[in-house]
């Protein structure tokens, strides 16, 4: 089954929406290796797609504090740390939350 597929920027309808980086922005203390939504890293994207050997979770209350840059269905997503040039979108049905 394929998950992923190549598109061409120009072509995608795209908006650009940072991550929320601001007071709100998980800690150490608020990651856990279970919990209700997957807080995507760049170790978490790579070339090849997405690498789910090391995941961290937050809650749902800090899930809800944040205010922006949440993953949704065939949004493309291009980490801004790590490997330059990955653009993955997540298939249709994908949740982040357990």
Request: proline residues 6%; negative net charge; aromatic residues 12%.
């Amino acid at each position: 089954m394929e998950f992923f597929s190549q598109v061409v920027l120009r072509d995608y309808p795209v908006e650009i929406i940072d991550g929320d980086r601001g007071a709100n922005y998980p800690k150490i203390a608020d990651f856990s290796d279970q919990g209700y939504c997957l807080f995507l890293s760049a170790t978490n994207v790579t070339k090849s797609g997405f690498v789910f050997d090391n995941c961290s979770f937050v809650t749902s209350e800090k899930d809800g504090s944040l205010r922006k840059g949440k993953v949704k269905n065939l949004i493309p997503l291009l980490p801004h740390e790590g490997p330059l040039g990955i653009l993955v979108t997540f298939p249709i049905g994908f949740s982040l939350r357990t």
